[in-house]
């Protein structure tokens, strides 16, 4: 299933992703560092969705309480409610 999060408190914008059988694919964000956020969605293709959450979620980004991977984990977690 496809699916669109509104990001907060990251220079991203948006998260776009595909969840297929408890598996993570075709992640992107829109705005942000593009490499580095290309570069994470290479390293979690594929992954189970709960082993995605548990390496990214707190991740911070500078002074922020949160970072584009959290929002990742947080955008997962309302995904498979």
């Known amino acids: 299933m ?3 999060y509104k990001t907060s408190g990251t220079c991203s914008r948006l998260i776009c992703f595909d969840v297929e059988d ?3 694919h075709n992640v992107q964000f829109v705005g942000g ?6 570069g ?3 390293l979690v293709e594929g992954m189970d969705v709960d082993a995605v959450i548990g390496r990214v979620e707190g ?4 002074m922020k309480s949160t970072s584009c991977p959290d929002q990742l ?3 997962l977690r309302s995904a498979v409610k």
């Open 22 to 24: 408890g598996k993570l």
């Open 73 to 75: 984990a947080q955008a």
């Open 40 to 42: 994470i969605g290479a």
């Open 33 to 38: 560092c593009n490499g580095n956020l290309k």
């Open 2 to 4: 496809h699916y669109e």
């Open 59 to 62: 991740i911070q980004c500078g």
